[in-house]
């Protein structure tokens, strides 16, 4: 089954590892055959990996985009070990990123680990929310 995408002007696509740029028009291609791909609005980089979620993200998807990613699935153990250690509400995130990983099912894996990104969102903000309420009022 074919898929059709759009990108806009200087949009980038990463296609099997190929990092794509758009020209200066919005222009529509149909790509025929299995290959792994991700949407300039999915991919995250290492400059804006800062915090521990984020950087798990950059490791599925260079277990997605890899063609044998056993070194990055270990360092991905490693870092949902660190992740679940400092913060156990995360374990159901994990676990589901896990579940779609054993099966093989790495894009969807990709989009549970933005899930988890949404709810270390939300933690950090009631922490920062907690100290400010904590902090002397002047």
Same mark, same amino acid.
């Given at each position: 089954?074919? =898929? !059709?995408?759009? =990108? /806009?002007?200087?949009? !980038?696509?990463?296609?099997?590892?190929?990092?794509?740029?758009?020209? %200066? *028009?919005?222009?529509?291609? @149909?790509?025929?055959?299995?290959?792994?791909?991700? !949407?300039?609005?999915?991919?995250?980089?290492?400059?804006?990996? %800062?915090? #521990? &979620?984020?950087?798990?993200? @950059?490791?599925?998807?260079?277990?997605?985009?890899? +063609?044998?990613?056993?070194?990055?699935? +270990?360092?991905? @153990? *490693?870092?949902?070990?660190?992740?679940? /250690?400092?913060?156990?509400?995360?374990?159901?995130?994990?676990?589901?990123?896990? +579940?779609?990983?054993? #099966?093989?099912?790495?894009?969807? #894996?990709? /989009? *549970?680990?933005?899930?988890?990104?949404?709810?270390?969102?939300? =933690?950090?903000?009631? =922490?920062?929310?907690?100290?400010? &309420? %904590?902090?002397?009022? &002047?």
């Amino acid at each position: 089954m074919a =898929l !059709r995408i759009e =990108l /806009k002007p200087q949009e !980038r696509l990463i296609i099997n590892g190929a990092l794509i740029r758009n020209g %200066d *028009r919005r222009s529509t291609f @149909v790509i025929e055959n299995q290959c792994k791909f991700l !949407r300039e609005s999915e991919i995250l980089t290492e400059s804006e990996a %800062d915090t #521990a &979620a984020k950087r798990l993200c @950059v490791t599925l998807q260079f277990i997605y985009l890899a +063609d044998n990613p056993p070194e990055a699935e +270990d360092l991905f @153990v *490693r870092q949902a070990t660190e992740i679940m /250690k400092a913060s156990p509400s995360m374990a159901p995130y994990i676990l589901a990123i896990q +579940d779609e990983l054993s #099966a093989s099912q790495y894009h969807r #894996a990709i /989009k *549970r680990g933005r899930e988890l990104i949404a709810y270390e969102r939300q =933690l950090l903000d009631h =922490l920062a929310a907690s100290q400010e &309420a %904590d902090a002397p009022q &002047a």
